[in-house]
């Protein structure tokens, strides 16, 4: 059937007409709302405000679809409630002759790959992690996701972020974090600093999903010194993020917050009960924006020879340097070092360029930064050290990729989820032995897979303001798997996607075991 201009134009009018009869729906509400800001609020003010402005409200508004909306303003239901979190996992007896080392996973926020002195000798003032990395094994390939909070999702469920926490707020109850899985087989588990994980209902914070106690705070970022979020958009108000376990920290903000949590994790330490197991994740809210460090730390690079923002964000690493310097020293003290697993990891690049958050991130000679799919975005520094590390291992760097085919050989339960970390650690608390050999094919971490086999990078640019879904590509990061071509985002006019060419096709070769 053939449709004329003319049918087009009296199907318009009647549309217009039906609109301008019932007062225009949800078209009235909204010019309403602009005419008249509190118009629920009070009957008789929006009455009023209508008389004076009925030629402002038409032809959205009748008259009379105006005042019945004054007299009958729309009610929002209430929000349904979430269920109550998961009932806490029953115990579970350890496997005869499990190895149950300690367990530190300690995250540096924000730091890019020269922000770290091994990596930029002279010029970053970092001895403690310099010597542990140098006593233990340098993971020289580590991928983590681009930005923060989905690496830390990661961290806390063994699954991919493409499953937990590549949008949203929070992690699904139903996804059980690593805590409470090693808190089940006797771990005493405490959190300290960011968590990023979800702050909503109780059961998102730390305490709700498996740790004994937490202190820190709850958002991704905020005020160093007054522990201040200045974002309403994350609260819906300005205020304090800082929190003790299961209530706000009174009265304890208003310090560096880096010395904050030192002094917790001292504490935590000093009274821990070893005849337990100990896992702490310890997550710095240094080298994250905004760049704020007390001075005895910038002065440490002076100028001329460093601008004052290099000062800063180079500050916060040796601030983060001496946490790591005192946490080995009391796990020490305490005997607990000949026996503990440290683990060391960025959540993600440092930030580059004037347009990220503390744009000061240093990560020579990879290219790109935080928030990208660049080397420099997702490739960072990490290490395993402590006694619990073979002295034969000691000393060591690996450059093998994590890839799914060594996820697969480990035995694991759901070990679809290539997530090295935690196949390792679950590995480990439940009695396996974990390979340490040169390959790392009994076990992802810490050898990061098979060292023979490379991701293919091809540089693709990609016009701006061209979707990925347009160029035919289908974008897939090594450790995240194929990614759906509208989450991807090109940052810039040239941007890198990650292909699966024929060497990952070589290690994961069904696309859904890389999608798990």
Not at 18 to 31: N, P
Not at 49 to 57: G, I, M, P, Q, W
């Amino acid at each position: 059937m053939k449709i004329t201009f003319i049918q087009v134009a009296i199907g318009l009018a009647c549309i217009a007409n039906i609109l301008r009869a019932d007062g225009g729906g949800t078209g009235c509400q909204k010019k309403l709302t602009k005419v008249c800001p509190n118009w629920e609020s009070n009957e008789k003010d929006c009455l009023s405000c209508v008389k004076e402005n009925l030629k402002k409200l038409e032809p959205e508004c009748t008259q009379q679809k105006a005042e019945e909306k004054c007299t009958n303003p729309p009610t929002t239901p209430p929000p349904q409630p979430l269920p109550p979190a998961l009932p806490p996992l029953p115990p579970v007896p350890p496997a005869p002759g499990a190895a149950r080392p300690n367990v530190i996973l300690f995250v540096v926020d924000d730091q890019g790959r020269a922000n770290i002195g091994y990596h930029n000798p002279g010029n970053v003032i970092s001895p403690n992690m310099d010597k542990l990395a140098a006593s233990g094994v340098k993971l020289s390939r580590h991928y983590v996701f681009r930005w923060c909070a989905p690496t830390r999702s990661a961290l806390m469920t063994g699954r991919l972020p493409y499953h937990v926490f590549q949008s949203g707020n929070y992690v699904s109850r139903e996804m059980i974090m690593l805590p409470a899985k090693l808190k089940q087989v006797g771990y005493a588990t405490h959190q300290v600093g960011k968590w990023h994980l979800g702050l909503l209902y109780s059961w998102m914070t730390p305490v709700g999903r498996g740790f004994d106690t937490s202190f820190g705070y709850l958002a991704g970022g905020e005020d160093h010194f007054t522990q201040f979020q200045k974002n309403p958009k994350t609260f819906g108000c300005v205020g304090v993020d800082l929190y003790n376990s299961t209530s706000p920290a009174y009265r304890r903000n208003g310090t560096y917050g880096t010395y904050l949590y030192n002094a917790e994790i001292q504490r935590v330490i000093r009274e821990h009960d070893v005849t337990k197991p100990l896992f702490m994740y310890i997550a710095l809210q240094v080298m994250h924006a905004p760049q704020e460090v007390p001075e005895s730390f910038s002065k440490m690079y002076p100028s001329p020879k460093y601008d004052n923002d290099y000062a800063i964000m180079n500050g916060m690493a040796t601030a983060a340097d001496q946490v790591l310097g005192n946490t080995t020293s009391a796990l020490e003290m305490k005997g607990l070092w000949a026996n503990t697993l440290f683990i060391y990891t960025s959540d993600n690049g440092g930030p580059a360029g004037q347009l990220s958050s503390g744009h000061s991130g240093n990560n020579w000679p990879l290219r790109g930064g935080k928030t990208n799919n660049f080397e420099g975005g997702i490739r960072v520094n990490a290490f395993v050290a402590g006694g619990f590390v073979p002295k034969s291992v000691g000393g060591q760097t690996r450059d093998g990729c994590v890839g799914c085919l060594c996820a697969r050989r480990s035995g694991v339960p759901h070990t679809r989820h290539c997530w090295g970390m935690y196949a390792c650690v679950a590995r480990v608390i439940v009695g396996h032995k974990c390979g340490w050999h040169k390959h790392g094919t009994s076990c992802m971490f810490p050898l990061q897979g098979v060292s023979a086999m490379r991701i293919e990078q091809l540089r693709v640019t990609i016009p701006p303001g061209t979707s990925m879904a347009a160029t035919g590509i289908q974008p897939c990061v090594p450790w995240l798997g194929l990614m759906h071509t509208a989450t991807f985002q090109p940052a810039s006019p040239e941007s890198m996607a990650w292909t699966c060419g024929a060497t990952l096709r070589a290690m994961c070769p069904s696309p859904h075991v890389l999608r798990s």
